[in-house]
């Protein structure tokens, strides 16, 4: 499959593109230079551009959305909301069917629901806040639903948090209710475009992709279920206490 991949010089690049390139044609795209070696095709694209996010698109299969910027007002709008945008324009115009966009949890789980619930699915109403971050991100995520309702689009989120490496864990080490290994968080990715689309519940569907954590508060079940996600990787001393 061809594969593009938007922001592959992020966060989560440098794991999800090693993995996916024995198995997929990747077409990885950042406005920065990667910081990992990759002898696939490279190209410097700007997901706020519109022209380079078509230009980069031509020819594609899927796309994976890795993009994300924090910090500065305009700039997060443009590339955590601007850039979902483009992107589906982009899939309408290629007839791209597959598309993987990537977020925090608090997306859909804000402040609110973080402390006084329990079982959290992906599934509920999106609580964002007024968090800048969760707040472009969960606009660029109402912008997927909207395209994929009026378009044949299938769009799958999934949505991360805290990642850790299991060889550096100690007793102590802050966990958050949203924790995985980089390793096994980045799994999600060869499910998500080996899945035939027509077996997804609709054309768009959100998941929680964490470890089994002992307390509850959010559910993994629906990545489980739908995609076959396995948690692995012993991160268990998150939750033990230091003595």
């Not at 864990?169 to 998500?192: K, Q, R, V, Y």
Request: proline share 7%; aromatic share 12%; with cysteine.
């Amino acid at each position: 499959m061809k594969v593009l991949i938007l922001g592959g010089a992020g966060m989560l690049g440098p794991y999800v593109v090693p993995l996916l390139a024995p198995h997929h044609e990747l077409r990885v795209t950042d406005i920065n230079p990667l910081p990992f070696d990759f002898a696939g095709e490279f190209r410097q694209v700007d997901v706020a551009n519109f022209d380079q996010v078509m230009a980069a698109a031509e020819g594609m299969d899927a796309i994976i959305n890795l993009s994300v910027l924090r910090q500065d007002r305009q700039l997060a709008f443009d590339v955590s909301t601007r850039g979902c945008y483009n992107m589906m324009r982009a899939a309408v115009a290629h007839g791209i069917r597959r598309v993987i966009n990537t977020g925090p949890h608090f997306a859909v789980a804000g402040p609110t629901y973080e402390r006084f619930d329990f079982a959290l699915s992906p599934d509920m109403p999106p609580q964002p806040g007024t968090n800048l971050y969760a707040l472009t991100k969960a606009l660029g995520q109402e912008i997927c639903h909207v395209f994929s309702e009026q378009y044949d689009i299938y769009v799958q989120t999934y949505l991360f948090y805290n990642f850790h490496d299991p060889a550096t864990l100690t007793p102590g080490t802050d966990a958050t209710p949203f924790s995985a290994s980089w390793s096994n968080a980045m799994e999600i990715f060869l499910p998500g475009l080996a899945i035939d689309l027509a077996t997804l519940p609709s054309r768009c569907e959100v998941f929680n992709v964490f470890t089994d954590m002992p307390h509850g508060k959010f559910s993994n079940e629906k990545a489980k279920r739908v995609l076959g996600f396995q948690p692995k990787d012993d991160i268990s001393r998150l939750w033990h206490k230091v003595k």
